[in-house]
């Protein structure tokens, strides 16, 4: 096998794919700036640099990796990287004796998009619960305390005192009464069958209870 040829083959194949992406550093090394499909205004990209070892695309005794990312301007973080060029290696040793960087240029695309796709959904997530949690705080204000039994009727005992409801009842009772007893008064306070106690009532009240 003619490695050379091969080699330039699959660069003039890559050049017809990414005419304006891919740039050639040597004979021998090249790279690829991959435009990421995102949801982002701005616009991310990532790098792959490739640099053929002589064998290739055999490779078998050669140990010098055939794949380096080497810049990337996405939001992703070294562990990101990692993972992908980890994949990436992996993906080039199953390939060994094919051409093989288009289906690895297009794997780190779609493994950069869907990093950054995740990456997106979890600062949404993130996002989303802050605000969750921030419009609970705010109903806070308008559920107030749960009402039980024990808690109204403690209230309602304090208004009706702050209030000053029971004394104005009283006062409207003695201004109906006349200052006179009711019946139901008068039973409360033991006072019936006790006529000289009646008398001493006056009025009709005391006449009704007397017969």
């Not at 810049?71 to 992703?76: G, P």
């Not at 993906?91 to 779609?110: M, N, R, T, W, Y």
């Not at 979890?122 to 039994?149: C, I, N, W």
């Not at 008064?185 to 009709?204: N, Q, S, Y």
């Amino acid at each position: 096998m003619d490695y050379k040829e091969e080699q330039q083959q699959e660069i003039e194949i890559l050049q017809s794919i990414y005419p304006d992406e891919l740039e050639v550093v040597s004979e021998n090394e090249y790279t690829i700036t991959l435009l990421l499909d995102t949801v982002s205004e701005r616009k991310h990209r990532v790098i792959l640099h490739v640099k053929y070892p002589e064998t290739y695309p055999e490779d078998e005794d050669n140990d010098e990796p055939k794949l380096v990312l080497i810049s990337e301007q996405v939001e992703l973080d070294q562990d990101d990287l990692d993972e992908i060029k980890s994949n990436l290696m992996q993906e080039a040793e199953d390939q060994i004796g094919i051409p093989s960087v288009f289906a690895l240029a297009s794997s780190l695309k779609d493994q950069a998009e869907q990093v950054f796709e995740n990456k997106v959904n979890a600062k949404q997530k993130q996002y989303d619960d802050a605000l969750l949690a921030k419009e609970r705080e705010e109903q806070k204000k308008f559920s107030g305390t749960k009402v039980t039994v024990e808690s109204f009727n403690s209230w309602r005992l304090k208004f009706r005192a702050e209030m000053g409801i029971n004394d104005r009842i009283e006062k409207r009772k003695k201004m109906l009464h006349r200052g006179k007893l009711s019946g139901k008064e008068i039973f409360e306070k033991g006072l019936a069958g006790d006529d000289e106690t009646l008398e001493e009532l006056g009025g009709d009240v005391a006449t009704k209870l007397a017969v």
